[in-house]
């Protein structure tokens, strides 16, 4: 099965504060992702990565910035904490897109979730 | 603009009967469409993928359609029970290059005994 976990479950942190989200994926896939999920605005994507050392910018990036140095990790980090980036925090991974023939296996598998919260 | 909609109003069915909910998106053409069962506290799992040019596809109790002239996809649970109780969430595949997914904001779904 495949296991995709995240550091923690709950976190709460100061304005200002400098956060680090990690995720790590025991499958080898290619690809992972960062959203956010937020009541009636649903899952948005802040970053995603199809390989080490290579991200692209999802649909709000901003404040944020991602790190991945080996296959297995994806790091998010929040520069400077504000409040308004109080939420839920979904990484997840899959195998690389297999063009046509993309099959069921080319899903997204997601980690539980870290919810944080920004005082 | 580009949406996609689901109904954000709970769908609350009594246990047995088929629950039906829609996926309508508008400024897409995706390449596939995925459903994701969330439930509280946790992340997505995947449950079914249906194709540009399919129509229909089948899982156990799970049945979706996916019509890329209506623009929209329904997928159905038959003979529901209190354990589909969940939210459900459609996601598009823009391209077959990409694995990146653009997601509705889901149903949550209540089946009552």
């Known amino acids: 099965d495949v296991k995709v976990t995240q550091s923690s479950r709950y976190l709460v942190k100061r304005t200002g504060e400098k956060v680090f989200l990690e995720c790590v994926q025991d499958m080898d896939h290619e690809n992972m992702f960062w959203y956010r999920q937020d009541p009636g605005l649903g899952l948005r994507l802040i970053y995603f990565?199809?390989?080490?050392?290579?991200?692209e910018k999802g649909d709000i990036p901003e404040g944020y910035s991602v790190s991945r140095e080996k296959k297995e990790r994806f790091s998010l980090i929040l520069e400077s904490a504000s409040t308004n980036q109080t939420s839920m925090y979904l990484c997840a991974s899959s195998p690389s897109g297999q063009g046509a023939l993309v099959t069921s296996t080319d899903t997204q598998y997601f980690g539980p979730g870290t919810r944080l919260t920004v005082l | 603009s580009q949406k996609i909609e689901q109904n954000s109003e709970a769908l609350n069915i009594q246990e047995g009967k088929t629950a039906t909910l829609t996926c309508n998106y508008t400024?897409?053409?995706?390449?596939?469409l995925q459903w994701y069962r969330q439930d509280p506290g946790r992340g997505p799992v995947f449950l079914l993928l249906i194709r540009e040019n399919e129509k229909e596809k089948r899982k156990e109790r799970l049945k979706v359609t996916f019509d890329t002239t209506l623009k929209q996809s329904l997928f159905h649970i038959t003979a529901s029970q209190p354990a589909d109780s969940a939210t459900y969430l459609c996601?598009?595949?823009?391209?077959?290059?990409?694995?990146?997914?653009?997601f509705g904001t889901g149903t949550r779904l209540q089946v009552f005994p």
């Open positions: 990565s199809y390989d080490v050392k290579m991200k």
């Open positions: 996601a598009l595949g823009i391209s077959y290059n990409t694995d990146k997914l653009i």
């Open positions: 400024n897409y053409s995706p390449a596939y």
